[in-house]
């Protein structure tokens, strides 16, 4: 049973507790309760007991592989092994080089029946066009409910991520979007190659201005950094696989007929399927896996810029706000749950409120708890998002290196101002929409 009284020293060490009764308690010395405790006792019977374990087991054991490949990335990072010429990604590109391949024959063969085959061939053409279609590379575009905000509208912003673009050796980018996640991404899309730089409001609200010039240059840093799964032959081979793998999937097709020989069809047809979905799912595998160390490096990279642009003391303080995802996300909670009176009418005002009630938050997250967030971080390896390395494998990094005590880019007090006045009405239409949902 969990204790409801908050003892003042740890049950296991002895050591004297925080006792700030905000935060769950834990012992940073021999790490008692970090973890949650285990649920009250199950009404599971036996067997689907030990289903439920060896379930467990088999995550364990998933997450534990996860783990040591992302620590042994780091290990070759932290000791500069040189990542380019990673013969890894050669393959990756030439697993790729085979799936745009595909894809051109399917077109080229569809087109040829559709202009030379008999009739029935044509039609064959022509739903093998349409699956080309379907496959054809994609190179991403702009989300709809993204709101972008146009150069001339927030002129201080633009000069700022131009500013860090230039410290980093990044074009300066195209189109800056607000989004109402958590998060920073930088993308290049579309035939055009336009560089866009998508901007979390419920994050910047809770940085410094030195910590947003650390996002801004880690985000900028993606541009640089030699990350192949974002480059155009890799990044749409990618979407294209997941994409094959979509349309594969054997539940999408319909059965139910009655007629023997449709039934027949109809299992036929599902083999296939369910052969050809195998197929692509190992190919994805196979370039998540191949790709992996050079992607997650790029990361590593893309932080070091982050730490020569802001300082290494506020890159890390930037990465060590990403673990409080969750106080925003309690905020954000209580907010919605207010009843709809109490909220008020001047949305002006209420989104003002919400962005500081978020930054206020996250200053007050006492050190204590950032360490139970980082420690949970270091233990929750195996859940991590594709994209990043860990969190916690990413503060000790940037903390390896030599330190950078001059920012290349400083955000002086009055500019950070002017951004804050261009992004106000953008917040508030992304708080109204936040406090909606
Ligand atoms: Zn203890
Ligand atoms: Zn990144």
């Known amino acids: 049973m969990p204790t409801l009284t908050r003892p003042d020293s740890c049950p296991d060490c002895t050591a004297p507790l925080d006792t700030d009764p905000t935060f769950p308690a834990w012992c940073p010395a021999c790490e008692w309760n970090l973890l949650a405790r285990p649920a009250a006792p199950s009404l599971l019977t036996p067997r689907e007991q030990r289903r439920e374990d060896r379930a467990g087991r088999r995550t364990a054991k998933r997450e ?9 990335v780091y290990e070759q990072v932290a000791s500069d092994t040189p990542a380019h010429r990673d013969p890894a990604v050669r393959l990756a590109a030439a697993l790729a080089g085979l799936v745009h391949l595909t894809t051109l024959l399917l077109l080229a063969g569809s087109v040829a029946l559709v202009v030379s085959g008999p009739w029935p061939l044509r039609v064959l053409g022509a739903v093998g066009l349409v699956v ?8 991403g575009r702009l989300t709809e409910d993204a709101a972008p905000v146009e150069r001339a509208d927030a002129p201080a912003l633009y000069a700022l991520a131009d500013r860090v673009a230039t410290a980093v050796g990044a074009a300066p980018v195209d189109v800056i979007l607000l989004t109402d ?33 650390a996002v801004l240059a880690h985000e900028f840093g993606h541009d640089v950094n030699g990350d192949h799964r974002r480059g155009r032959w890799l990044g749409s081979a990618l979407r294209a696989l997941h994409e094959w793998y979509r349309l594969t999937l054997p539940e999408r097709l319909t059965s139910a007929e009655d007629h023997f020989v449709l039934v027949l069809a109809g299992m036929v047809q599902r083999l296939v399927m369910r052969v050809l979905n195998g197929a692509v799912a190992v190919l994805l595998v196979a370039l998540d896996r191949l ?26 303080s930037m990465l060590e706000t990403l ?5 925003v996300e309690s905020v954000l909670l209580r907010r919605r749950n207010r009843p709809v009176r109490a909220r008020g009418t001047d949305h002006r005002a209420a989104a003002a ?41 990413r503060i000790r990094l940037v903390g390896q290196r030599p330190p950078v005590t001059e920012p290349l880019v400083a955000l002086a007090d009055e500019e950070a101002a002017a951004i804050e006045a261009e992004l106000a009405p953008h917040g508030e239409k992304l708080a109204r929409e936040l406090l909606r949902s």
């Open 64 to 72: 534990q592989a996860v783990r040591t490949r992302a620590e042994l």
């Open 323 to 327: 673990l409080l995802g969750s106080t």
């Open 353 to 393: 409120e919400l962005w500081t009630e978020l930054a206020e938050s996250v200053a007050a997250v006492p050190p204590v708890e950032r360490e139970r967030r980082l420690r949970l971080s270091a233990r929750a390896l195996g859940s991590v998002d594709h994209e990043h390395p860990p969190t916690h494998l």
């Open 132 to 139: 080309a279609v379907v496959l054809r590379p994609r190179l």
């Open 291 to 316: 790709t992996a160390r050079s992607g997650q490096a790029a990361e590593y990279r893309a932080d070091a810029l982050s730490a020569k642009v802001a300082g290494t003391a506020t890159a890390r």
């Open 181 to 213: 996640e958590f998060n920073a991404a930088f993308a290049r899309i579309g035939v055009r190659n336009r560089g866009v730089l998508m901007i979390g409001l419920p994050l910047w609200a809770v940085l410094t201005p030195g910590q947003r010039v």
